[in-house]
């Protein structure tokens, strides 16, 4: 990963270190953008700038006392992470109520305590409702910084007790010349930064380790089992592991895109995922695809709940195959 800070979240990071020269930084702030923009970056270089016991006035952080050299090695133990216990779970009331107890306490720098809450879309209800006490009753020196891609569903009570600042893209130029940084040769970057709406640290991660690859033989397997060539439960098995939930996203994404395309004629712009959806799209009903995309929504929400996520895969998958057999024994005989 490039060290290099991101260029286009400086207008917000100029903000932030602004509100904190003048003493005046929010207390809770939230950070919001489409993931991969680099709202992780911008709350860890507040964070270590808070911690900083010697920072310069500009707002940087010294990078050699203590706290920056604990920072560098993952542990500064006055900054807390509130994130969920395993990736695409909720966080618990339970963890909320640890935080605030461990914010309640003196800070062990005699500082700043940090709390990053990463994603904060990922707290449930009863989580959200335990987090504003500690928003409406700050403990002196805290600065609570949460995250999140759809601040829209946060809680309006949570929403109107922070600071919000908004991460926006960067145009398709910067993002480029970002991945160009990276290594990433052009080709890739650019159908990387597409398939990844335009977030450029996404698009970075689509295209290391494979993940673009994998992504497309998922979208060949669903198209196989749409048309009875794959076998859903072999692919529900192939599929179980620890990234369920990113192609059950991707999942989510392709119906989206086919109900868009069949209802307001607007095709989806990567050619490969047009050229696969466009077959699938002459025979299939578009409101079935619609019920079936807020199932995997559902199923997104409800992967960590400790239901049995290979027989999920399975009926989703199975329900996927009905479908094209649906329309095509209801389709009239000419
Ligand atoms: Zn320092």
Not at 300 to 322: P, Y
Request: charged fraction near 20%.
């Amino acid at each position: 990963m490039n060290g290099r800070f991101p260029p286009w979240l400086t207008p917000t990071w100029e903000q932030l270190s602004s509100d904190w020269r003048q003493g005046r930084l929010a207390h809770a702030l939230l950070l919001s953008g489409a993931d991969g923009l680099g709202k992780r970056r911008l709350a860890e270089r507040l964070a270590a700038l808070l911690l900083c016991e010697h920072p310069a006035d500009t707002g940087q952080s010294c990078g050699h006392c203590q706290a920056c050299l604990w920072l560098q090695a993952g542990a500064h133990p006055d900054l807390r992470l509130l994130q969920p216990e395993e990736a695409g779970k909720a966080i618990k009331i339970d963890q909320v109520r640890a935080l605030s107890v461990e914010l309640a306490m003196t800070s062990y720098s005699g500082h700043h305590k940090v709390a990053l809450v990463a994603p904060a879309d990922a707290l449930n209800v009863n989580a959200a409702n335990g987090l504003l006490k500690t928003l409406e009753e700050p403990t002196a020196d805290t600065v609570l910084i949460l995250l999140s891609a759809s601040p829209g569903s946060l809680p309006a009570t949570v929403r109107s007790r922070c600071r919000h600042l908004r991460v926006h893209r960067p145009d398709s130029g910067a993002g480029l010349d970002w991945m160009h940084a990276e290594g990433i040769a052009d080709d890739t970057a650019q159908r990387c930064l597409q398939v990844a709406g335009g977030a450029p640290l996404a698009a970075v991660e689509l295209a290391a380790g494979g993940v673009l690859a994998e992504r497309d033989r998922r979208l060949a397997q669903l198209a196989g089992v749409f048309r009875g060539r794959d076998d859903p439960l072999r692919v529900a098995a192939d599929w179980l592991g620890e990234h369920e939930a990113r192609t059950l996203g991707w999942w989510r994404d392709w119906l989206q895109a086919l109900v868009r395309w069949q209802q307001a004629g607007l095709p989806p712009d990567e050619p490969q995922v047009a050229q696969t959806l466009q077959q699938i799209s002459e025979s299939v009903d578009c409101r079935q695809v619609f019920e079936l995309s807020d199932r995997i929504v559902a199923a997104l929400h409800s992967l960590g709940s400790g239901l049995n996520r290979q027989l999920l895969l399975e009926d989703l998958l199975i329900d996927w195959a009905r479908l094209a057999r649906t329309r095509r024994s209801a389709a009239p005989v000419t």
